[in-house]
């Protein structure tokens, strides 16, 4: 019996596992992200997926804190250890997922890298996807 696209689940959760969620559907190809806002609140670039948040589950969300980091967008992460778990735009109806919150495999691969003209200088990117300056 096939499984469709409307039936894949994609689970994963924070460090400390106070907020879990379950990610329905196929997962778009994730998009790493080198601005600089996401470099300092992550520690490093960011890579997520996006799904429609109608098509997200979290468990535990009470335990997620928002931060407003521009005008249009929140960020959010777990209370208490501070994972950074979502990005979520004001003006769309889907929410952006860390791609190493996922517990299970993605069966999905990097696509694209943006913001490179803010990446840090420590690192080179050099995998071959394209690249976007913003």
């Not at 300092?40 to 928002?66: C, F, M, P, R």
């Not at 517990?103 to 050099?126: M, N, R, S």
Request: with cysteine.
């Amino acid at each position: 019996m096939s499984t469709s696209l409307e039936q894949l689940e994609h689970r994963g959760q924070c460090l400390c596992g106070s907020v879990k969620f379950v990610a329905r559907g196929k997962l778009e190809a994730p998009t790493a992200c080198h601005c600089s806002q996401c470099r300092k609140q992550s520690g490093h670039y960011w890579a997520s997926t996006s799904v429609a948040e109608k098509n997200l589950q979290i468990d535990g969300s009470d335990n997620v804190g928002w931060y407003q980091s521009s005008e249009k967008v929140q960020r959010g992460f777990c209370k208490h250890c501070g994972s950074f778990l979502f990005w979520n735009p004001a003006t769309r109806d889907d929410i952006s997922i860390a791609m190493g919150a996922f517990d299970t495999p993605t069966e999905t691969q990097l696509a694209l890298h943006i913001f490179v003209a803010d990446k840090g200088d420590y690192y080179t990117i050099a995998d071959g996807l394209p690249q976007n300056e913003q």
